[in-house]
């Protein structure tokens, strides 16, 4: 190869010459790195002995290699060029020995020269054993197959003609082919291979194909599995998979375009028996607010698209129906399909869920298998569904979880990450540990039991190594994101059972810890001698099925520092200024409150508080009675750790703001005293603006409210709006002609600018100091607009005359916010303000669509899920004049939900208990101070060793990345990542979890 | 969109006078007059009058002249000395066939055009123009050399008419009277940002081609009542920022929003179809800086049977954030007794990508929606048009309203694709938006969700119609593609989005930049901003050899000087 041809410097000529446009000649040589890869899209592997016979490719290992015995060949599709790239994957790819890296096919033309096919390659696979590679190009008008020998992978030698698009056999297709896969016609019981799916045509001999001089090629005896090699092409315009026979393709006269011999062609049908739709579970038992899912009758047009093959089964994504085609290709001859597998969303039923690319999981040591599918039409990103395909498995649905809550992205039945899915594939690990006779079992699950001498307690965590999130023994999915980062899912985690708190629990009920049915007799993961025989996280459920892996081990403390839920320190209260003055007493408290079946404990710091029960002394005593606490305080349960971002600021706000300020609402009467406010942007709903008919399911369904009490309930605690915008100048000509005076404005609303301080940094002032009448509660809520009224007259006449005004002194799109009402509002820097509110369709009687706010089906969401109500006490012991200012906690008001008898914490069970706040990343009462709580009064934590995923990243080698298509290379125990933009083909190691440099480009 | 490589002297000439300019002094007096009959540095292409004329924007790039130049190309004249692809002598009518075989006209390759059967040209591929030697063909792709704009070597000049603007143009927007417009109105306007005076020019096109913008005589300059945002003669007093980079209008052409690439604002303009043209009203700073790319998002025809709050919405993209922003303009209608304003509405960050940053252009199709409201139209027996002209459905029966109107409800739930041309890495970032009836407004924020490779130096991107096979009728069928350019690389990509694959690449000249689109006769135009002239393109899939190909070539190219 030539390292001055002009295809490798063609990208960096031009990105050298703009600064040089710019700024002339420059004194110092810039470095460039050459590449010779572009657009690359697709990739497979081939091996072949150092005399040039192929191999099945898991002959070529690290070990092999090493010794110079194989070859590994990765092709690379070049998709801008039509062209497939060969590259010797080097041992060393610091140290490039003088046959590896990209191969030049063609020495006598400057430039890398590369294998020519035709244009716009989609897919490209290789036989078992090696000995030749199908591209599937979808060229307008020259849709075909290409195929290269693996013959044909060198540098011609002088005496052979330089490869050309003439070289490679072919055959045109009837339509363009979106992804292809080698499936097997197995012999037949007399072992004899039949030459074609119509069998009178003899059994197989010496192929065309064999016989050629120049890239010969035969898959007649290649190795791998007997049988003959078909090749099976999704084809969506026609809805259908073909299949053809590789050798017939491969005997092709080179040069030649006839059409591709199809012997059997399938159409794909979308079969949707079975999907009839769930009902969503919300805790109410309620169905939630989700138009209905499609007809079962409507009509799709299958449009197949990415393959997956395993075991005899073929998995076919479809871009255009609701299912992934199963089909049954044990005999490629006779394609059987069966009933699809069902995508589907549980959190919006009415959407059609379409896939484009699948990957099925090997066979678990424990029998499963799983095909996973990318949902890319999901919103914001394209999600991974699961599904069960283990022998006796029923439900084609993708796989739900129970327990997901709190991420707003996080949904029962997918996991969706930071970036949209691209690509998937599956990788089987183990890292064996043999024992004194040489023996180790693949799959042997690390043993807990103190008292178990199994093989598997080999693999518990000692400071040699052993269970660790790095540790990737087991089966995982590795889905590739279009931002370059690879996530992992676990799968099935050899080390699970050791991935835990030393704590036991035997209990059917699951504990803050998420732990539950642990076996008798083991009531610590210790041995005699104090030392674990387990992680010793914080929570049971560091390790589940299918949902993402943690990137660390979750604890705190000792050397580990902060890498479970924790907070950095005691939370704050901030006041406002007019309140200031007040003492600790008089200011509301924020205390943590105990489990169900533990005391509370958080760690502060690396130190971990407990609340004391009984008479037994703890270290780092956790005080969460009002009466005598000095810190405020909150509990982090460890049930569901992914619920917690890696690290945020949580503020817990008095009538907090939900919303940002909003810069145009339009104001009018409504005709009965109150406003419509119209905002046509706001997206009030998916902001969670809570009315009174979802505070009313508030109030029945946590307090149990009914009557006048659920009616002064819901009143009471509705959002309501505080109209921000200042008035027009005095001067302007509206005055002149409006139903209401300047004057008369400013009287009854405030003007802003006679609040302007010069050197304020904002030009208005807080709403805490805006006038109590540009308050307007919320009746009803709707997506786009909000009626209203005034919040703070139950006088009707007075209402009616505030209303007027508003709408008359505010004519234009005016500012707003909108708070929450007597209550508090948590909001998470990274979480924000979390709600199950969503927008709903509802038809009115004229015809015309509103999107009324409903609790929505995203069962991992409550609609209250961010606002806390606070305790007062009906009673205080405290005598004399100041008693009430010197009352731990508050006494109630009327309308009060959580009222305590007598002054102390909460009970569990008791009064007041509906209003503790326990959430999967909370768990806390706010207990109202001797003064009533006053707007914007906040506490803030910080949470610290939150869920931080485990995410390998091809940003760390360049930021100009556009990753295509990830596999797994289990002999070499590497992932394989092509990418389109310049890295060219990166490899990952997954002993280390770091990418190889340099890429092969 | 990426400045073409100068030389520094130029750079530095131009700086220089970009400093005058941003001043706004920018004079059309003293210097060297712009030639009007050829393309210099074009940054604006538009397809105007049924296609029948081709509205070229050439910036002066290089200051050499004292201002730039709009000129119309009388696109007919265009066409006919285009080579018209073919597979056969069918589609090539009387007196001509279809070049398929080796031939001594041909040189032995055959082009795969129509031909003339007799006569001076008969046989010849590129007709009476002569062939472009193979050698010149790296650098001007196509077969056919470039024709002249004033003297082709058939027929009369190109050039229906032209004036001059200030130097540095930067986009060009075209926009048919709507219906809704007085019929004294201009049947059509053009909006020329330009960065050398900071101004947006606004231009009547009559439908003769004749440009109309208050210039002396013809060729001359427009007058300063057409530069809009030069003095502070609006509501609130505002100057147009200086760089003035893309525009993008409603569909009715009364409200437009202006990036300006160096501030950090965008600008809205609200025109009036009158002799009153295009005022600056508004103007949103405190942006992440250099916003680039604007577009507008059509509205629903719903909207004509409801009176349902709908701001119209503007999308706009940053070279220095990797976010997308949605602006709502509130018309004087709405916004009384303030006058027209823009409001930010919503941010949507840019994740699919590892960075993200460095958005050029940006584009929204409703073709889904469009033709299901077609559908809707045709289904209630009305024009298509009357959707949107309240004259018309005034006419409707109340069973032929309402049908109407279920049926727009319905269709108005089709969501619009997004798409946005990046730079860092480069790629094409595909959107929707997830329209809900009763709340169109709030739900039409984009959620990107793909991103497609792309070669080095996307710029613009636009969304259209290629001509993939024949009717029973004869007629036309189209399928929807995204046309994004590639400045740097040479390259105009033309993705499939419902395959979601790249359909083909067109190779181009040098500086490929400004694109406009002639659905009807499967042509698209091409801006050279390097060596300025105007490519022409295949896009009829039904010839696959000539499918992406350059057909002809219009302009003398002219490459930057100090490279020549």
Same mark, same amino acid.
């Given at each position: ?104 096919? *063609? ?385 099935? *985690? ?184 119209? =905002? ?322 | ?159 229906? *008419? ?160 990797? =976010? ?70 005034? =006419? ?20 619009? *694709? ?60 189209? =399928? ?85």
């Amino acid at each position: 190869m030539s390292s001055t041809s002009s295809r490798a410097f063609a990208l960096p000529l031009l990105l050298v010459s703009a600064p040089l446009g710019l700024f002339g000649c420059a004194d110092r040589a810039v470095t460039v790195q050459v590449r010779s890869l572009e657009a690359s899209g697709d990739v497979t592997f081939v091996c072949r002995t150092s005399d040039g016979e192929s191999l099945p490719v898991r002959e070529c290992n690290l070990d092999s290699m090493g010794r110079g015995e194989r070859n590994l060949f990765a092709l690379v599709t070049q998709k801008s060029t039509g062209e497939v790239a060969v590259i010797n994957v080097p041992y060393n790819p610091g140290a490039l020995a003088s046959d590896e890296g990209v191969v030049d096919l *063609d020495p006598w033309t400057p430039s890398f020269g590369f294998a020519r096919i035709g244009a716009r390659p989609v897919d490209i696979v290789s036989t078992p054993g090696g000995r030749a590679s199908f591209v599937g190009v979808a060229e307008p008008g020259r849709p075909g197959l290409f195929a290269l020998p693996t013959s044909c992978l060198d540098t011609p030698t002088q005496d052979e003609l330089p490869r050309d698009l003439t070289t490679w056999p072919a055959c045109s297709l009837p339509a363009a082919p979106a992804s292809l896969a080698v499936a097997i016609d197995p012999p037949a019981a007399d072992g004899s291979i039949a030459s074609s799916c119509d069998r009178s045509l003899g059994v197989e001999g010496e192929p065309p194909g064999a016989m050629r001089s120049q890239c010969p090629a035969s898959l007649v005896d290649e190795p791998g599995p007997l049988g003959r090699r078909k090749l099976i092409v999704s084809l969506p315009d026609r809805g259908s998979l073909v299949v053809i026979d590789a050798q017939a393709v491969l005997d092709r006269e080179p040069g030649t375009f006839e059409p591709c011999p199809i012997e059997v062609e399938l159409p794909l049908a979308v079969d949707l028996e079975g999907a009839a739709p769930e009902v969503v579970e919300t805790p109410a038992g309620e169905s939630c607010a989700a138009p209905p899912p499609p007809p079962l009758d409507t009509v799709y047009t299958p449009r197949p698209t990415g393959l997956a093959l395993e075991a005899g089964t073929l998995y076919v994504a479809d871009e255009g129906a609701p299912v992934i085609h199963v089909v049954n290709v044990s005999n490629a001859c006779t394609p059987m399909e069966g009933p699809p597998l069902l995508p589907r969303a549980a959190a919006r039923p009415d959407r059609v869920v379409t896939t484009s690319r699948v990957a099925a999981s090997p066979l678990t040591p424990s029998g499963r298998r799983f095909v996973y599918a990318i949902d890319d039409t999901d919103a914001p990103n394209a999600s991974v569904m699961a599904f069960d395909v283990s022998p006796g498995s029923t439900d084609r649905t993708p796989i739900q979880h129970t327990d997901v809550t709190a991420s707003p992205v996080a949904q029962p039945d997918r996991v969706m990450f930071g970036a949209p899915a691209r690509d998937l594939t599956f990788i089987l690990r183990d890292e064996p540990v043999f024992d004194a006779n040489g023996i180790a079992r693949i799959g042997e699950l690390c043993d807990p039991d103190p008292a178990s001498s199994s093989p598997g307690v080999a693999y518990r965590p000692s400071s040699a190594g052993g269970a660790a999130p790095s540790e990737l023994r087991g089966v995982f999915a590795m889905v590739l994101l279009t931002n370059g980062e690879i996530a992992t899912i676990d799968v099935e *985690d050899f080390d699970a059972p050791c991935r835990r708190p030393i704590t036991a629990n035997p209990s059917p009920e699951e504990d803050f810890r998420g732990c539950a049915n642990d076996p008798e007799g083991i009531e610590r993961y210790t041995l005699p001698n104090g030392a674990p025989t387990v992680t010793g996280e914080v929570s049971c459920d560091v390790v589940e099925p299918h949902r993402p892996r943690s990137g660390r081990r979750m604890l705190t403390g000792g050397s580990a520092g902060t890498q479970a839920p924790s907070l950095r320190a005691f939370p704050q209260l901030a006041v406002p200024e007019s309140v200031v003055r007040t003492s600790f007493q008089e200011r509301p408290k924020l205390l943590a409150v105990d489990f169900p079946t533990a005391p509370a404990r958080v760690f502060v710091g690396t130190t971990l508080r407990q609340h004391r029960v009984g008479d037994e002394a703890v270290a780092g005593e956790l005080i969460i009675d009002p009466r005598e606490a000095e810190n405020y305080s909150l509990a982090l349960p460890w049930q569901e750790p992914r619920a917690y971002p890696s690290s945020e600021t949580v503020t817990l706000t008095y009538e907090g703001v939900i919303t940002p300020e909003l810069p145009s609402g339009f104001l009018t009467e409504d005709g009965t005293g109150g406003l419509i406010l119209e =905002e046509p942007t706001a997206g009030l709903c998916d902001r969670g603006v809570l009315d009174p008919e979802l505070a009313r399911e508030v109030g029945v369904e946590r307090f149990g409210l009914d009557g006048e009490a659920l009616e002064t309930f819901a009143r009471d605690h509705a959002d309501y709006i505080v109209v921000t915008a200042d008035l027009l100048d005095d001067a302007d000509g509206y005055w002149s002609s409006a139903s209401c005076t300047f004057t008369e404005c400013r009287d009854v609303f405030g003007d802003l600018d006679d609040d302007e301080d010069e050197n304020a940094e904002d030009d208005l002032p807080g709403t805490d100091e805006l006038l109590p009448t540009r308050e307007f509660r919320v009746v009803d809520a709707e997506q786009q607009r909000l009626s209203v009224e005034p919040r703070n007259t139950a006088d009707p006449d007075r209402r009616a005359e505030l209303s007027r005004l508003a709408a008359c002194c505010f004519p234009s799109g005016a500012s707003y916010r909108v708070r929450a009402s007597r209550q508090w509002v948590v909001v998470g820097s990274a979480t924000g303000f979390r709600h199950g509110i969503v927008g709903t369709r509802v038809q009115t009687e004229t015809g015309e669509w509103t999107v009324e706010c409903a609790q929505g089906c995203n069962t991992s969401l409550r609609l209250d899920e961010s606002r806390v109500f606070e305790i007062a006490a009906e009673s205080c012991s405290e005598q004399g004049p100041r008693a009430a200012e010197l009352c731990p906690v508050g006494l109630a008001t009327p309308n009060d939900v959580c009222v305590l008898p007598e002054q102390g914490p909460v009970a569990l069970d008791g009064p007041g208990a509906a209003c503790i706040h326990a959430t999967p990343t909370a768990r806390f009462a706010v207990y109202r101070g001797a003064q009533p709580s006053r707007r914007d009064m906040q506490f803030i934590w910080q949470v610290a060793g939150g869920f931080l995923p485990l995410t390998l990243d091809l940003g760390v080698v360049s930021s100009a990345i556009l990753p295509e298509r990830i596999v797994s290379l289990p002999q070499l125990d590497r992932l394989g990542v092509v990418d389109a933009a310049s890295l060219g083909l990166a490899f990952f190691r997954l002993d280390r979890l770091t990418v190889i440099t340099p890429t092969l480009n | 969109m990426r400045p073409a490589p100068v030389p520094p002297a130029a750079l530095l000439r131009a700086a220089g006078l970009l400093l005058a300019f941003g001043s706004g002094c920018y004079t059309t007096e003293g210097g060297t007059p712009p030639p009007h009959d050829i393309a210099y540095f074009p940054v604006g292409l538009a397809v105007a009058n049924a296609a029948r004329h081709l509205v070229v924007v050439n910036s002066d790039f290089d200051l050499q002249y004292e201002a730039g130049t709009v000129a119309v190309l009388d696109l007919d004249a265009v066409r006919g000395l285009t080579p018209d692809p073919c597979a056969s002598d069918a589609e090539c009518g009387e007196g001509r066939r279809c070049d398929t075989a080796p031939s001594d006209e041909n040189g032995g390759v055959p082009s795969r055009v129509c031909v003339d059967l007799e006569g001076p040209y008969a046989g010849l591929p590129c007709g009476p123009v002569p062939e472009r030697p193979l050698a010149e063909r790296l650098l001007f792709p196509g077969r056919c050399q470039n024709v002249d704009f004033a003297r082709p070597p058939v027929g009369d000049s190109l050039i229906v *008419d032209t004036v001059e603007v200030g130097a540095f143009a930067a986009d060009v927007l075209y926009r048919e009277r709507p219906p809704s417009a007085p019929p004294e109105a201009p049947p059509g306007r053009l909006f020329v940002p330009v960065r050398g005076d900071a101004t947006l020019h606004w231009i009547d096109l009559d439908e003769d081609g004749r440009l109309h913008c208050g210039q002396g005589a013809r060729g001359g300059a427009c007058d300063e009542r057409h530069r809009a945002g030069a003095e502070r003669d609006n509501p609130r007093g505002l100057r147009l920022e200086p760089e003035p980079f893309a525009v993008a209008a409603t569909p009715d052409g009364t409200g437009l929003l202006v990036t300006n690439q160096t501030t950090g604002v965008v600008s809205l303009f609200v025109n009036r179809w009158s002799d009153e043209g295009a005022r600056l009203e508004h103007a949103i700073a405190e942006l992440p800086t250099n916003p680039m790319g604007v577009a507008a998002l059509p509205p629903p025809a719903l909207l004509a049977l409801r009176a349902e709050e709908y701001p119209p919405g503007f999308l706009v993209t940053f070279r220095n954030a990797a =976010e997308v922003h949605l602006f709502r303009y509130f018309s004087e209608a709405v916004a009384a007794p303030e006058a027209a304003y823009v409001a930010q509405a919503a941010v949507r960050p840019l994740t699919v990508n590892a960075s993200g940053v460095d958005s050029r252009g940006i584009t929204v199709d409703d073709f889904e929606r469009a033709h299901a409201e077609a559908a809707c139209a045709a289904r209630s027996g009305v024009p298509r048009s009357c959707a949107a002209d309240e004259a018309c459905l005034a =006419e409707l029966s109340a069973e032929q309203r309402s049908e109407l109107e279920a049926c727009l409800s319905a269709a108005s739930t089709i969501p619009l *694709d997004v798409y946005i041309a990046n730079r860092s890495p480069a790629s094409l970032i595909v959107g929707r938006t997830r329209p809900e009836p009763g709340a169109l407004a709030a739900t039409e924020t984009p959620v990107f969700s793909d991103t497609v490779p792309l070669t080095q130096g996307p710029s613009r991107v636009l969304t259209g119609s290629v001509i993939v096979g024949t009717a029973a009728d004869g007629s036309p069928l189209y =399928e929807r593609r995204v046309i994004v350019v590639c400045f740097d690389s040479r390259k105009i990509i033309v993705y499939d989005p419902a395959t979601r694959q790249i359909d083909t690449e067109i190779t181009t000249g040098r500086g490929p930049h400004a694109l406009a689109l002639d659905t009807e006769h499967g042509l698209l135009y091409v801006g050279h901003f390097t060596d300025s002239y105007i490519g022409v393109v295949s896009l009829d899939r039904r010839f696959p050899a000539t499918y992406g190909t350059m057909l002809a070539s219009f302009g003398t190219p002219s490459a930057p000087r100090t490279s020549q």
